[in-house]
């Protein structure tokens, strides 16, 4: 996890196997994160769409659903009644007497009227002109454990295999769960003991007071109890044993990452909290920036020459998979079979970096084989595994077309990956010079594999060539260390700074696109 601090904005970077999978930013004046808890006023009640629209004090008033009031929502409504007015002087709830649950076909009139208060949490960041989406079921997560007010029940995540530990962990959590409060067990509570899940319900339990000493004065729109941070919310819910460095720009980030770390994990894990001391900023001298870079935009290549074209639509984000012109004519079938696999694991973290949600299509290239398409989703399946989004990956149709649904949360991350063209002084735009010289190498590859023995010219604009044979070595004698064979490099004022040609000998251009 690499973590850039900005007086502004705080951007979280995080990289597995050296490729970047997600990147998120919170800005200082970010008024809603998902998890916050208000105190709002139902501005309009709609019957047709059996929803409210509710005052947070966002700009567009926010979405309460009749699906998301939760059974328990006339307990909730009853609890504010009673702090409001001053009968309820404890938020525990052990002498609390429940409300019956509301019917799930129910209409949303029956429950709010215009002008009512209630407590809401922020389900859904606003998405374009939407307003935030609202729950009415208020939940209060921990890094093992998510209480639940207003509840009995005691579930356990599945990624948790063992019913041994499974039962453990229901028994152990029964015996601690304060009266009327659910509790969801987390994925990272498995082995963990009665200490650590105490800990976490007192700590928990404290929020839970906090909601209620808000709300005794709290005049709608007002929020009662704010989501940690987003460095601290990532670190919560991501931090595993597999984690093996993070790297922070900020001198306060990096005392709370490394505290918060030694809390959750034990002070021998804090060391993998690292402050950075560098010139260059964090992200550049972490290779951040060049992955942003190749990773957005239209068209997103691959190392083989394939590559994927995303684009957004009203209703959804297609996808198309090329194979480009360099995929090898012998064995077809294995050859197609091979490029949509490789284009699988850059789609699955292409959704996950840039947070697409709703409807996917994908168009893989057709695939005649029954197995090679049994397998295709399969491997799809596979490479979301690690995405924390809900999704569901539907087999390939008889169009060879695949149809995902992903949770959407908060706005895609959309980052511009087009730069101002020094050639034509910024009248037209190209892709970012900074992957310049990866085409170049990429290209090479290709060539110095399908013609061992041609004879190589490079032809570039000056300051390309400059750049192709400064230092000792050179990417030019690289080049010469790994094929054998030294490219030569042609200098041409008439060429764009990103631009390249390669040509044999005879002057001939070898095209690949």
């Not at 998890?35 to 006023?41: A, H, L, N, P, S």
């Not at 007010?149 to 959590?173: D, G, M």
């Not at 699955?348 to 295709?376: N, S, T, Y």
Request: hydrophobic share 40%.
């Amino acid at each position: 996890m690499i973590i850039s601090s900005t007086g502004s904005a705080v951007e979280v970077a995080l990289i597995e196997n050296g490729r970047l999978v997600e990147i998120h930013k919170q800005k200082a004046t970010d008024q809603f994160t998902v998890g916050d808890v208000f105190i709002g006023k139902v501005k309009r009640v709609s019957a047709p769409m059996n929803a409210a629209f509710v005052d947070i004090g966002h700009k567009k008033d926010a979405f309460l659903h009749y699906t998301d009031l939760g059974p328990r929502v006339r307990s909730l409504q009853k609890f504010y009644g009673s702090v409001a007015g001053k009968k309820l002087q404890t938020a525990n709830l052990t002498e609390f007497k429940m409300e019956p649950e509301i019917v799930k076909t129910g209409k949303i009139d029956e429950v709010l009227k215009r002008k009512q208060t209630v407590i809401t949490q922020v389900l859904k960041e606003p998405i374009s002109t939407k307003g935030p989406r609202l729950s009415c079921e208020i939940t209060i997560p921990g890094r093992y454990i998510v209480i639940t007010p207003f509840n009995q029940t005691v579930a356990v995540s599945k990624k948790i295999s063992t019913s041994e530990e499974r039962k453990r962990l229901l028994v152990l959590v029964e015996s601690i769960r304060p009266p009327n409060f659910g509790v969801i067990v987390r994925t990272a509570a498995q082995g963990k003991g009665v200490g650590d899940l105490l800990e976490e319900v007192d700590l928990l339990m404290a929020k839970w007071e906090e909601i209620y000493e808000a709300a005794k004065t709290a005049e709608a729109p007002a929020k009662l109890l704010s989501e940690v941070d987003k460095t601290t919310g990532l670190l919560r819910d991501l931090l595993t044993a597999d984690f093996s460095k993070i790297v922070v720009d900020d001198k306060a980030l990096f005392e709370s990452a490394r505290k918060y770390v030694s809390d959750i994990s034990g002070a021998n894990r804090a060391n993998i909290v690292q402050l950075h001391k560098g010139s260059k900023p964090i992200f550049d001298a972490h290779g951040v920036t060049k992955q942003i870079k190749s990773s957005f935009g239209k068209t997103a290549s691959l190392p083989s020459g394939s590559y994927v074209v995303i684009e957004h639509t009203e209703a959804m984000h297609t996808i198309d998979v090329n194979s480009g012109n360099k995929m090898p004519s012998q064995n077809q079938a294995e050859a197609v079979f091979k490029v949509n696999m490789e284009c699988a694991e850059e789609i699955a973290r292409q959704l996950r970096l840039r947070d697409i949600g709703g409807l996917i299509v994908i168009d893989f290239i057709d695939m005649r084989d029954a197995e090679h398409r049994k397998q295709l989703v399969a491997i799809m399946r596979k490479a979301m595994k690690n995405d924390r989004a809900q999704h569901t990956v539907l087999p390939l149709s008889k169009f060879g077309l695949m149809q995902i649904t992903r949770q959407r949360v908060r706005p895609e991350v959309n980052i511009t990956t087009a730069e101002k063209c020094p050639t034509c002084n910024g009248t037209g735009k190209v892709n970012a010079t900074i992957l310049l010289t990866d085409d170049i190498e990429r290209d090479l590859n290709f060539i110095m594999e399908s013609r061992p023995k041609a004879k190589l010219k490079l032809k570039v604009h000056p300051f390309i060539a400059a750049y192709l044979k400064r230092g000792m070595p050179s990417m030019q004698m690289k080049w010469y260390l790994k094929y054998y064979r030294w490219p030569q490099i042609v200098q041409d004022n008439d060429f764009p700074v990103t631009s390249f040609k390669f040509y044999d000998g005879d002057d001939e251009e070898i095209k690949l696109k």
